[in-house]
T-cell receptor, first 112, second 118 residues
């Protein structure tokens, strides 16, 4: 069965630096991948979607890459701010229409 | 736009009680809504897919008689946890996609319901 790994449970970085989060998957060839942000006690909020034929996607300070050969997506936050502190989840399409399977998430803390 | 409202946000009840959770799309219509469960420090696990006007599709291992789903309109889906027990305590989250069902659509999530069974 498909497996999604976000190999850092927690990541601490200094304000102003670039945060890089990793999402790896196995036994799977998704046509697209999504990234969400989740704050404590809240539902996830959609950030970015990248398709298999797109190498890179940007939105303001966010950048996502998708390497289908390595079966990996990288999520970057440049010029990080304490307000970026949250858990970031990657999600892959599931078997049904618009189903999503989520990784375990990386809890990012940006230190002032 | 694309706001999903979930109610209640927090429930504490005794073992054996049935609890109903509502999920509403406020500014769009959703033929499909999804119900997830999330345990502390774990990711979201899809429980079932709710389709307006038809029976829900449950993921493997999820008891359909335990978790009753009703999607009676394009803006409302409900999840009822029947005869809840302490092991059902969790964070339940719903999400919805717009009626223009296309692959690759982002999902819009409610803020979740924290269920605690004593």
């Amino acid at each position: 069965s498909q497996k999604i790994e976000q190999n850092s449970e927690a990541l601490n970085i200094q304000e102003g630096k670039t945060a890089t989060l990793t999402c790896n998957y196995t036994n799977y060839s998704p046509a697209y991948l999504q990234w969400y942000r989740q704050d404590p006690g809240r539902g996830p909020v959609f950030l970015l979607l990248i398709r298999e034929n797109e190498k890179e996607k940007r939105k303001e300070r966010l950048k996502v890459t998708f390497d289908t050969t390595l079966k990996q997506s990288l999520f970057h936050i440049t010029a990080s701010q304490p307000a970026d502190s949250a858990t970031y989840l990657c999600a892959l399409e599931g078997t049904g229409a618009n189903n999503l399977f989520f990784g375990t998430g990386t809890r990012l803390t940006v230190i002032p | 736009g694309a706001v999903v409202s979930q109610h209640p946000s927090w429930v504490i009840c005794k073992s054996g009680t049935s609890v109903k959770i509502e999920c509403r799309s406020l500014d769009f219509q959703a033929t499909t809504m999804f119900w997830y469960r999330q345990f502390p420090k774990q990711s979201l696990m899809l429980m079932a897919t709710s389709n307006e006007g038809s029976k829900a599709t449950y993921e493997q291992g999820v008891e359909k008689d335990k978790f009753l789903i009703n999607h009676a309109s394009l803006t409302l889906s409900t999840l009822t946890v029947t005869s809840a027990h302490p092991e059902d305590s969790s964070f339940y989250i719903c999400s919805a996609s717009s009626t223009q069902v296309r692959r690759n659509q982002p999902q819009h999530f409610g803020d979740g319901t924290r269920l605690s069974i004593l």
